[in-house]
């Protein structure tokens, strides 16, 4: 545990953890909308005058619409993992920041840069990890192990960063963890178990987890994969560890998205079967041409899938909307994000003791 952090109460009464994965019927439906091409080239060269004409540069995660992440490049901005994305919008000169990607990461970019003004597409851009968190339910858990150095994964809300000692992405969680567990450190991990359990599994380090999930990579299916991989036998597997443990111990590679782009060129594969958002095939493709990206299997046998591959948050980034948040003032100050100073200097905190850590 930190010396210099706010000691926790001890509660004497023990609390049942309940599962906190989000309910499907609180998982919203998102079908973007076809462009013609012509639309699609205005609605680009119009975001890029609105991001000069508003002193602001374009931060997009690897999940969202390919065309939002080629203008993010094309205007000077920035595709990333969660990770980098948060550093890039904490290290560049614009006035504004504009995240393409889901609310924790505003909320990061925000944290990081709290004299800079940070908006959204759309602000209900939500991710069931955060949502699987409620910052009172977390915060009971924190005080009933005062014991523990409580670590936050980035997809959680300020609140939830506000309570803990340390923010890790995937990116990054595994040598950090490897760091706390050196020191003698017991972990309380917070909100995914799946991410939780392969840490655990890979530096055997003291973890009590949390019980949520994402609903995009729990649906991928260990039995389809391997039936997959029976069909294209000299294929690799890359997998998110945000995925079931099984799905994980099939996988030729686990990692970050960035960590999943970089494998897949130094594979030596030339097919790969893909266990993340299919969001991430617009870079793959991109920086492998002649390699070719499949998804992995989300429905399996006589299941069906709710979010297929696809997180449907990340698919509320699209030009359109992008497009007509920059366009319209008000439209815009609605997908500002705010955060209380208190809450905010509170999670600078870990975050930026995450972001020390990996420049180390
Ligand atoms: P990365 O940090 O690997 O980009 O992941 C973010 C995320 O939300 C994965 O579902
Ligand atoms: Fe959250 Fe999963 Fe969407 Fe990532 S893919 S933002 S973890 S719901």
Redesign the pocket.
Known sequence: MLDSLPRRVAQRKTLALPDYSLAAERIPQHVPAVLEDAERRRLKVRIAELLKERDAVLVAHY?VDGDVQDLAEETGGFVSDSLEMARFGRDHPAGALIVAG?RFMGETAKVLSPGKRVFMPTLEAE????LGCPPDDFKAFCQEHPDRTVVVYA?TSVQVKALSDWVVTSSIALPIIEHLAARGEKILWAP?KHLGRYIQSRTNADMLLWSGA????EEFKAKALHDLKGIYPDAGILVHP?SPAAVIDIADAVGSTSQIIKAAGELPHDLFIVAT?RGIFHKLRQRNPHKRFIEAPTAGDGATCRSCAH?P??AMNELKQLAQTLEDGERLAANEIHIEPEVGRRAMLPLERMLGFSMA
């Open positions: 999940y889901v991710c069931s990890l955060d997809n995914d994402c609903v995009v990579h945000e958002d997180c948050w990340m």
